[in-house]
């Protein structure tokens, strides 16, 4: 033994550069580590290693290189160049390789070409460097689009002592970074275990300088083997440009050698650009060639050229291509092994990490590392990546007897596997599994059979991913635990899961301890069978939650707050120790079935025969009978006020089959009780079944029958609440026999925590699925096991049963006890009519029992609601509606009275001729509403109009008032143009309204719509304001000619229609135009069309506008009289038209033109049309009537019915007829095109049949008296309708009040408002708004209806045997809404009345003898 220490010894000191490892068999020889020999070892220091060797003497640029120029300036080598030796350039300037040249150094392997140069070095474009070695020196590099450094298969001899070549003739590749691939012929080894050339240089990571090796081949005369990849150092000090290729690749060897191994190649330079590509791969071949090794150390990358290390092809094995190398990048200290989605076999080796350490490792696109070294530490200060069928090993295969460890901040795993053989320590801050697998072989060794991983912050596994280890394993953390879906698992042998935050199970994913159906090498739990008393661990477990192989437990989950499970937990013995909530969904299952003894103290008997009975435990075992012969159960044991057994099995080792008996379930403990436990899923601890195969394994045997079912286990819970709804089980139910006995069933048992009592009750459990304990059943003559047991703690008084459970109703209990029988019911003689017994919290411990009336409308002590006493208080129902009746017909009067004494009689109009000037004519009745107008015209303002020009829209808040900018052909000689279109421009940015003002309004649509409606008027009014106050004082007034009408502001004017619906600008002279042919006379403007303003809804109906403009107009050719008949009469027409109704409603005011208008027209040569005018881009159509001669003109009319397909959008306006055109004319309405109007309807169309105008009746003064009627009785019904809602609940009188703010309550004031206003035409506006807020009623009292149908239905149930014979809140609940619905109708008919008598005083206007019309 001394001779070989002092051999190896001197080997040490006889050889400074490298050492020899001898590998000494165990049984040969044994070394004493403490040896005096082995301690001065330890203290040798080598020498410092020799001085590098010194560079050959410079060549020189045109004599050596045929070059031009000279290497301290600039040398340019302008030709092609073969270089018989190696070769050294060193100078000052720059080295220029022109495009297209060609430098060859591959006389001879590992030739060199070294440059070092201050300047810069440029490979242009397509240009070529091939030699062995390739070292290059400078302050900028630049490698142009197509040049390449060539070092494939030109490598020198490898370093000294390594096996980088392979031996033999089986045609491996040779290896570097990776080892070189060896296609398999011996099958009885893994493809793992066989390899060709194998990796070195491991040691020169950052910097590699070594060739690649040369690959094996399958000739013994013949070396067919590729050559390894060569070398390049490139050292740029500023930038280096890369738009070549730099190869380093390792020759191919054909179809009869292996692929050489790649060569090294290092990059360091402050700052890199370009997309080239930088490539040391193994060359293919018989074996496919190792990856070499690149490294590069960049301060500044712009761009991500293409570098690759990845093995060489093999045509002899396509599926096992040469390993990886490695790529390593200094600057992140990242180190790569990716095998470009080659498939191999062949491992790149991971040796002794640097230090400092590595910030992430990167394992990708199927390559295959591998740390062989035993007891090693993989630790990086970052990320560890395994993606695309990426593999990391730890250990040897045949070798499971280390421990390793891996550190890292990340772990990310994707498509890809760690293997480790032995024990894994794991300390990672967050590890997720896509697709993945962790398999871990921990069974060869006792000294490493358990595996510990540990993620602080997150584990997540997703896509089938997995953890496996066939020995003990333990997984902690401090945040979350995921196993997002199905086909994700964690299984081992024995399995604690400890100090997450959260553990998630997702659907289809699992736990497993102990494995199912485990090799032998595993480590295989102990179950305690035979022993009566209990594990003390199972209940007082200790707090540390480390693995520990003498616990009782398979599965252990240790100081968890929240456990979630949608998928499958299974285990022989399960325990949840310090955990706060578990909730076991639909798809979730926690099961220890079948997993318990097969012997056990209750095992079921078997006879010679096969006869087999069912195992006892909770219940006895079900007798196993055959031809009159039968066999005892297995007998019943534990306790079941505290069980903790495992269930018993049926059969025995000399049968093929037999059963097992349930495992063990514990969840708490007696210190650390569970808070909360909610299953919606199944918790199941049954006894096995006997399968349906056995009967057929039993006759082969020669048996004719089988075995008894196994007994069920235990489900032991310690916790405060239990929730198990409908579709979840708590089962331990025996299981089935073939012919034999069925197993008896388990015991559940409920320990309950601090059981509260009295007011702080609460309920414990909450139980609508389903607890089973039954026995299995037994075959053909068999009995079934006996039933187990289901127990809880005792309950205190007042409570009873397994949950703890109040009394019910109408008992008390006062002792101490859980059976039902204990609560004895209370007497019922003194119990009074509508009340019963009540429930009080945690239940009823002493005499007399509390009660009260069956609901809170009722009051004690009578039991009566509010509107019952009310009503029984003035004589009953009949009495009450009486005196109610009478005292509404009182106040109405007296509101009458009062009434007329405010505002006095109402007087019709007279007949006097209207002045000059005025705006309203008072000789003919009228439409007083419609006919008012916003501003005085002036008489000789009148006489200088020029034109008017209508905006177009409606002037809603989507659709806001707008002006064409084309100014029409009427005032193009009195504007300037271009003046004109700014004049619009700003006009149209005032009439737009802000995005909050159409906001609102739409909130209002929705809460409370005539809100809406008055929101939207005053808007729509403070807009016309803003546009006249722009117009009369801040608009310079630019876009006029006249010079008098810009001084003095004057020549335009803004105004509206009082619905505000539609506007109009008109244009005057301003007096010193000097034009005879301005204003143009009345039959120069026709055809002119007039504009309706309204849209034909209740609140504006359509009305032709008249002022003192048009009235002048007209009475060129038409008297005023006669004009303002015409226009009251049209007005009284237009007002009956509803909107969505156009079709039917237009017809009788086309006929009222035709018969009443135009023959009364025809005298002064003019004639009335109804117009309907283009859409504007929105769909809205302008509605109004054509005026033109009827003599002398009919060419003008002709012209202007070409002009109506016109499609230009152009405002309509009192025109000159010039140019018709343009005009934005749809057509003129009668009979025939009236089919063809499109009725818009909105779904409030159906409620114009409540409210519309309608034509007047007079008698205003008995309208007004059963208004008031109506109005006195809706606001009384909504009373006595809240005085009901307040005996339901208060949230009945909240919602009827409050959907429609205040809706139900506002018709009252709304009308008294409208009845007591002065004038007609204010009376009439209030009292359509008091029609809108009667018919917006109707939806709070449709929610009252539906308050009392739901109170109703929800009390029916609950009604006690006797109530007074008239119940106005119960049965007829339905008297006050459907009287209120009624009311409101009817006082929408009555309200439609009073408006048209408010508005229309004539009623001659609607008389359809032409005669009396114009006569009246």
């Avoid at 002592?161 to 033999?168: A, C």
């Avoid at 290390?309 to 600057?331: I, L, Q």
């Avoid at 090993?393 to 596997?417: C, K, P, Q, R, V």
């Avoid at 005018?1173 to 009537?1185: D, L, S």
Wanted: glycine share 12%.
């Amino acid at each position: 033994m001394i001779g070989v220490v002092v051999f190896l010894l001197l080997s040490i000191l006889g050889n400074h550069t490298s050492i020899v490892v001898a590998t000494l068999a165990a049984e040969d020889i044994e070394l004493n580590l403490d040896s005096d020999v082995f301690l001065y070892r330890q203290g040798y220091s080598p020498p410092a290693p020799p001085p590098p060797p010194q560079h050959p003497p410079s060549v020189t640029c045109e004599s050596d290189l045929g070059g031009v120029g000279s290497l301290d300036t600039t040398c340019q080598i302008v030709s092609n160049l073969n270089l018989p030796k190696n070769v050294y350039l060193e100078g000052k300037g720059n080295l220029v390789i022109v495009p297209n040249v060609t430098v060859n150094c591959s006389s001879f392997s590992g030739c060199e070409f070294s440059v070092n140069l201050s300047g810069n070095f440029t490979l242009s474009e397509n240009s070529c460097i091939i030699c062995g070695t390739f070292e290059l020196d400078c302050d900028n590099a630049v490698f142009g689009n197509g040049s390449s450094v060539n070092t494939t298969g030109l490598a020198g001899p490898p370093p000294p002592q390594t096996s980088g070549t392979p031996q033999g003739v089986d045609g491996a590749g040779g290896g570097h970074g990776g080892r070189g691939a060896a296609c398999l012929r011996d099958t009885s080894k893994l493809p793992e275990d066989v390899w060709g050339g194998d990796a070195y240089a491991w040691s020169s990571l950052g910097k590699p300088w070594s060739y690649g090796s040369k690959g094996g081949t399958t000739s013994k005369e013949v070396n067919y083997g590729g050559g390894g990849g060569g070398r390049v150092l490139c050292n740029a000090k500023s930038i280096l440009e890369l738009n070549g290729t730099i190869l380093a690749d390792g020759g191919d060897g054909g179809a009869k050698g292996g692929g050489g191994s790649g060569g090294s190649i290092y990059i360091k330079a402050h700052k890199m650009t370009g997309f080239g590509r930088i490539s040391a791969c193994g060359g293919s071949g018989f074996g496919g060639g190792g990856g070499g090794r690149i490294s590069v150390d960049i301060f500044s990358r712009h761009d991500e050229p293409t570098i690759s290390v990845h093995g060489g092809s093999s045509f002899g094995c396509p599926e096992n291509a040469g390993a990886a190398g490695t790529f390593y990048d200094t600057v992140p200290r990242t180190l790569t092994v990716s095998n470009h989605y080659k498939p191999t076999y062949t491992d790149t080796l991971l040796m002794d990490f640097p230090n400092p350490l590595l910030t992430n490792v990167y394992i990708r696109n199927q390559a295959r590392a591998a740390v062989p070294l035993l007891w090693s530490r993989v630790q990086v200060q970052g990320q560890i990546s395994l993606l695309s069928g990426a593999v990391l090993s730890f250990g040897l295969a045949h070798y499971s007897m280390s421990e390793f460890e891996l550190l890292a901040e990340e772990l990310l795993m994707s498509d890809s596997t760690i293997r480790v053989f032995g024990a894994l320590r794991m300390s990672v801050k967050m590890f997720l599994m896509w697709n993945s697998k962790m398999l871990i072989d921990g069974g060869g060794d006792e000294n490493v059979e358990t595996s510990s991983l540990e993620a602080s912050n997150l584990i997540v596994l997703r896509k089938a991913s997995l953890i496996h280890s066939n020995a003990n394993l333990g997984v902690h953390g401090q945040g979350l635990l995921n196993l997002t879906g199905p086909g994700d698992c964690i299984e081992a042998q024995r399995l604690v899961l400890s100090l997450f935050y959260s553990i998630n199970i997702g659907t289809g994913s699992a736990l497993h301890g102990p494995l199912k159906g485990s090799s032998e090498d595993a480590v295989t739990p102990k179950l305690y069978c035979d022993s009566e008393e209990c594990p003390v661990e199972l209940l007082h477990p200790p707090d540390d939650c480390n693995v520990n192989s003498s616990l009782f437990f398979t599965l252990q989950i240790c100081r968890v707050e929240d456990i979630r499970i949608e998928g499958s937990v299974e285990g022989s013995v399960i325990h949840v120790h310090r955990a706060r909530t578990i909730m076991v969904q639909s798809s979730g299952t926690i099961s220890t079935s079948g997993m318990g003894c097969r012997g056990g103290m209750g095992q079921g008997m078997v006879l010679d025969n096969g006869l087999g009975s069912g195992g006892g435990h909770g219940g006895k075992g079900g007798m196993g009978c055959y031809s009159g012969h039968c066999i005892d159960g297995g007998m019943p044991y534990g306790d079941a006020d505290l069980p903790c057994e495992l269930g018993s099995g049926s059969g025995n080792d000399s049968f093929a089959m037999s059963t097992a008996g349930g495992g063990i379930l514990v969840m708490g403990s007696f210190r650390h009780p569970l808070q909360s436990l909610n299953v919606q899923g199944s918790v199941k601890a049954n006894g096995d079944s006997a399968l349906g195969s056995s009967q057929n394994n039993l006759s082969a045997n020669g048996l004719s029958i089988g075995i008894g079912g196994g007994s069920g286990g235990t489900i032991l819970l310690f916790l405060h609440s239990f929730d198990l709804v409908e579709s979840g089980k708590l089962s331990v139910a025996g299981g089935n026999g073939i012919l034999g006995g069925g197993g008896g069933g388990g015991r559940i048992h409920f320990h309950w925590s601090d059981i509260p009592e009295g007011d702080i009750y609460w309920p414990l459990a909450v139980v609508n699925g389903t607890i089973h304990a039954g026995g299995g059943l037994g075959g053909n003559h068999s009995q079934m096991g006996e039933d187990g047991t289901i127990s809880g703690k005792a309950c205190p008084k007042g409570l009873y049963g397994i949950f703890c459970e109040e009394c019910p109703v109408g008992t008390y209990k006062n002792v101490t006890g859980s059976d039902r029988s204990l609560c004895f019911s209370c007497p019922n003689d003194e119990l009074p009519n509508r009340a019963v017994y009540v429930h009080v919290r945690g239940g009823i411990t002493e005499r007399p029992c509390p009660f009260q009336c069956i609901s809170e409308r009722y009051h004690m002590p009578r039991c009566y609601t509010a509107l019952e006493e009310l009503i029984y208080t003035f004589g009953g129902p009949w009495l009450f509606v009486l005196l109610l009746l009478g005292l509404l017909i009182v106040l109405a009067i007296v509101l009458s009275v009062a009434r007329i004494k405010f505002i006095g009689v109402d007087e019709l109009p007279g007949s006097a001729f209207t002045q000059q000037g005025s705006q309203i004519d008072h000789s003919f009745p009228f439409l007083q509403s419609l006919n008012e107008v916003l501003e005085t015209n002036r008489v000789e303002e009148s006489q200088n109009h020029v034109h008017r020009m209508y905006f177009m829209g409606p002037n809603t808040f989507r659709e806001p008032w707008h002006l064409p900018h084309t100014p029409p052909e009427q005032v193009k000689e009195i504007v300037y143009e271009g003046a004109f279109n700014s004049f619009v421009d700003e006009i149209n940015a005032l009439a737009t309204y802000q995005w909050w003002e159409g906001s609102v309004h739409s909130i209002l649509c929705v809460v409370a719509y005539p809100f809406a409606w008055s929101w939207q008027q005053w808007r729509r009014r403070r807009k016309l304001q803003k546009l006249r106050e722009f117009v009369r004082s801040e608009y310079d007034h630019a876009c006029l000619r006249s010079c008098r009408s810009r001084a003095l502001y004057e020549g335009l004017k803004v105004a509206a229609t009082p619905d505000l619906m539609l506007a109009y600008i008109d244009f005057f002279l301003g007096g010193d135009e000097k034009r005879s042919d301005l204003p143009p006379h009345l039959h120069q403007r026709f055809p002119m069309s007039i504009l309706f303003g309204g849209d034909g809804s209740y609140m504006s109906a359509f009305s032709l506008h008249n002022d003192n403009v048009i009235t002048s107009l007209m009475s060129q050719s038409i008297p005023p009289t006669v004009w303002y008949r015409f226009v009251a009469g049209l007005n009284a027409q237009l007002r009956l038209v509803k909107r969505g109704f156009f079709r039917a409603k237009f017809r009788p005011v086309i006929q009222w033109l035709e018969v009443i208008a135009n023959p009364a027209l025809r005298p002064y040569s003019v004639h009335v049309d109804l117009a309907k005018f283009q859409a504007t881009t929105h769909g809205y159509c302008h509605i109004g009537i054509l005026v033109y001669a009827t003599e002398g003109e009919v060419a003008l009319k002709d012209r202007f019915l070409d002009g109506l397909s016109g499609n230009e959008h152009h405002s309509p306006s009192i025109s000159t007829g010039v140019d018709l055109r343009r005009k934005n004319y749809a057509g003129i309405l009668d009979i025939n095109s009236l089919k063809a109007v499109e009725e818009k309807r909105d779904v409030f169309f159906i409620l114009s049949f409540l409210i519309h105008n309608t034509k007047p009746v007079g008698h205003q003064d008995l309208v007004g008296l059963v208004i008031s009627i109506l109005l006195l009785g809706d606001f009384s019904l909504v009373l006595l309708s809240f005085l009901q809602l307040y005996s339901f609940s208060l949230l009945d009188i909240f919602l009827v009040l409050f959907i429609i703010p205040l809706g139900i309550l506002l018709p009252f004031p709304a009308g008294i408002n409208a009845l007591f206003s002065h004038g007609p035409r204010r009376s009439a506006g209030l009292a359509r708004l008091y029609a809108l807020w009667n018919l917006a009623s109707l939806i709070n009292v449709g929610v009252a209806l539906l308050c009392g149908y739901i109170n109703f239905h929800t009390q029916t149930s609950r009604r006690p045997p006797y109530f007074p014979p008239w119940r106005i809140d119960e049965i007829e609940w339905w008297i006050f809404p459907l009287a209120l619905v009624l009311c409101k109708c009817v006082q929408s008919k009555f309200v439609n009345l009073h408006v048209a008598n408010s508005e229309i005083h004539d009623r001659s206007l609607y008389s359809n003898d032409f005669d009396l019309f114009w006569q009246a």
